[in-house]
């Protein structure tokens, strides 16, 4: 397994016989050279996206058409996908979809979710999700922007993740101390990866607090386009 951070909430995740893209936002992403586009998304399976803000979709479509492969997100965002002319996979929270041999099942997250990279107003597009992956003895829990919830506590029971790839900038998402309680009473993380975080100023940019709140974790700020081989 090859987990490659492309920036701010963006991951390519090899597993089992998938190369995943979640929230593939490159182009006009502070952080990632635009020039290793071809490089990030090369053998990209499928496109995983947790909500419909441009910070996270602005990309997909263009990627989808290139590529000609599937984006796999909440009903009602694949349905303005797919009227846009990319192939879909519309499920919802609760289920599970089998991917090349990984198991994406949908989590509840807690944010908003809407269209607005295109002008005009707003067009809202289900709710706002996270994953948990399974495959090659492990669960990633992908945590899409969020806050702290309740559900966090059922989740890390029932899914068990050992990783957790955890939106942790602050201003829009939990930030790196919320973070780091949620890890520590709901979940039993061996590693953990922050993101959503050092793209803008107002997001946090670093993640001391969180390593501080995580004593024995494993906790790997990632640096862009350099994969974390497990």
């Given at each position: 397994?090859?987990?490659?951070?492309?920036?701010?909430?963006?991951?390519?995740?090899?597993?089992?016989?998938?190369?995943?893209?979640?929230?593939?936002?490159?182009?006009?992403?502070p952080?990632?050279?635009?020039?290793r586009?071809?490089?990030?998304?090369?053998?990209?399976?499928?496109?995983?996206?947790?909500?419909?803000?441009?910070d996270?979709?602005?990309?997909?479509?263009?990627?989808?058409?290139?590529?000609?492969?599937?984006?796999?997100?909440?009903?009602?965002?694949?349905?303005?996908?797919?009227?846009?002319?990319?192939?879909?996979?519309?499920?919802?929270?609760?289920?599970t979809?089998?991917?090349?041999?990984?198991?994406?099942?949908?989590?509840?997250?807690?944010?908003?979710?809407?269209?607005?990279?295109?002008?005009?107003?707003?067009?809202?597009?289900?709710?706002?999700?996270?994953?948990?992956?399974?495959?090659?003895?492990?669960?990633i829990?992908?945590?899409?922007?969020?806050?702290?919830?309740?559900?966090?506590?059922?989740?890390?029971?029932?899914?068990?993740?050992?990783?957790?790839?955890?939106?942790?900038?602050?201003?829009?998402?939990?930030?790196?101390?919320?973070?780091?309680?949620?890890?520590?009473?709901?979940?039993?993380?061996?590693?953990?990866?922050?993101?959503?975080?050092r793209?803008?100023?107002?997001?946090?940019?670093?993640?001391?607090?969180?390593?501080?709140?995580?004593?024995?974790?494993?906790?790997?700020?990632?640096?862009?386009?350099?994969?974390?081989?497990?």
């Amino acid at each position: 397994m090859r987990i490659t951070w492309l920036g701010h909430s963006g991951f390519r995740i090899e597993i089992g016989g998938a190369v995943l893209l979640i929230d593939p936002w490159l182009s006009g992403n502070p952080m990632f050279p635009e020039s290793r586009r071809a490089e990030a998304i090369s053998g990209a399976s499928h496109i995983l996206l947790t909500h419909g803000h441009g910070d996270h979709a602005a990309n997909a479509l263009a990627i989808a058409k290139d590529l000609a492969i599937p984006v796999a997100c909440i009903h009602e965002l694949a349905e303005w996908f797919g009227r846009a002319g990319a192939a879909t996979i519309g499920f919802g929270k609760g289920g599970t979809i089998e991917l090349n041999g990984a198991k994406v099942t949908m989590v509840n997250a807690c944010h908003s979710s809407s269209i607005d990279f295109k002008g005009g107003d707003p067009v809202h597009v289900g709710s706002e999700t996270g994953f948990m992956i399974a495959g090659e003895g492990h669960t990633i829990y992908v945590s899409g922007d969020t806050d702290i919830m309740a559900d966090m506590d059922w989740m890390g029971e029932y899914h068990r993740p050992d990783i957790g790839i955890l939106a942790a900038g602050g201003h829009y998402t939990m930030d790196m101390r919320r973070a780091a309680f949620a890890a520590r009473k709901y979940f039993d993380f061996k590693l953990v990866i922050p993101c959503h975080y050092r793209t803008f100023p107002l997001l946090e940019q670093s993640a001391a607090a969180l390593i501080e709140g995580l004593p024995g974790v494993r906790v790997i700020e990632p640096q862009v386009l350099e994969p974390i081989a497990l």
